[in-house]
């Protein structure tokens, strides 16, 4: 299952403004972009299963190409609790294997 997602960062923001207020319909459309009605979840960084699915418990950060393009990734609990410098190079690490990935599909 795909854990990375990426989304407007106009778009994000208005969306976590209007959950916190508590407004149902951008609950459900964050809850629908990070995938949380879609069944099993692995964690972005460690690929366990994440089964605590907060609203915004998981990682956001801006697309490496695209500075008005937020990325955002489940992650668990104990990757979570990583300090925040780590848990960015585990991210930098993966994001990079993902890049190699999709260049070996394209070649
Ligand atoms: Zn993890």
């Known amino acids: ?11 994000f923001t208005r969306l976590a403004q209007a959950a916190d207020r508590g407004d149902q319909n951008a609950l459900q459309s964050l809850r629908d972009l990070w995938g949380y009605d879609r069944g099993e979840i692995r964690c ?3 690929s366990n299963i ?19 393009t937020l990325c955002g990734a489940v992650i668990c ?3 979570s609790s990583l300090p925040a410098d780590e848990r960015w190079a585990q ?3 993966r994001l ?8 070996t599909t394209v070649h």
């Open 1 to 11: 299952m795909k854990t990375l997602f990426s989304v407007d960062r106009e778009t």
């Open 44 to 46: 972005f960084l460690c």
């Open 50 to 68: 994440v089964s605590e699915r907060p609203i915004l418990g998981g990682l956001i950060f801006p697309s490496l190409h695209d500075e008005q």
């Open 77 to 79: 609990a104990v990757c």
């Open 91 to 93: 991210t930098l690490a």
């Open 96 to 103: 990079e294997e993902e890049d190699g990935k999709s260049l």
